[in-house]
């Protein structure tokens, strides 16, 4: 469905914000100095304990159940975090981690031909169709969060929003799309992230009319049709896929 124009550049040098802020992850306490290591344990531990959260709720799964599910010993778990709620941030932290990460990375390397829009929309929604379960979890579950914790997430789901207003603004730098205030383009990028979001709710359902590839591509041309227009005279949407007429 989906047309690569040539009619795009590259936006290697578009300016987008800062990576989300992973320093809140360093105020859970550890005595492990490999911050490589620790990472890849605190992941595994996240692995194992968003199935557990899923089946028997936050609540009710033990630290005790995770350290078994994720192949460690309990003493060893507490080497990483201090609590279950420490878990259940870390859960939130790696979301929103892999897609700025995901969507940064994807921008950065952005071709000639291919629209950054359509770039940062593909690789955001494959992030949230690899971390559905999480995604799910953390709405079911941020109210077990301290306010503290909560804030720390809210604003990192604030950050990742913010790479989509970025891209819609230089869009609108270059003519595509029509000036827009503040407040109405950073409601564009809430909703591009909610109908990412929207695969992961509706997912039980949606996968059994589509593809994710297909997802993507149908809600691109969705999102792109609504806010780009045609410059010159030009046409209003160059990635939809034309049909003849038999």
Known sequence: M??????YVCITHME?????????????????????LVARRRR???DAAVDLFMQNGFHKTTTRQIAQAA??????????????????????????????????AALERTERG?????????????????????IVLIYQEIHSLSSAWR???LDNELKVNALFS???????????????????????????????????????????????EEYIDIQTDFILSRYLHGVGGQDPWPYREHQTTP
């Open 71 to 104: 192949g460690v010993s309990i003493g060893l778990l507490y080497e990483y975090i201090s609590t279950k709620e420490d878990i259940l941030y870390l859960v939130c932290e790696a979301i929103h981690a892999e897609m700025h990460a995901a969507v940064s």
């Open 44 to 46: 595994q531990i996240v």
């Open 151 to 153: 804030k720390a997430v």
């Open 166 to 212: 970025k891209v819609l603004a230089a869009i609108i730098s270059r003519g595509e799309m029509p000036p827009l205030e503040e407040r109405v383009l950073t409601l564009a990028a809430h909703n591009i992230s909610v109908l990412g979001h929207m695969w992961a709710f509706r997912r039980w359902m949606l996968s059994r009319h589509y593809t994710v």
């Open 16 to 36: 987008i914000p800062m990576a989300v802020d992973t320093t809140k992850i360093n105020e859970i306490p550890t005595q492990i100095k490999d911050k490589e």
């Open 114 to 134: 291919t629209h950054p829009l359509v770039v940062a929309i593909r690789e955001y929604f494959l992030v949230c169709h690899r971390l559905s379960d999480h």
């Open 2 to 7: 989906i047309e690569r124009s040539l009619r």
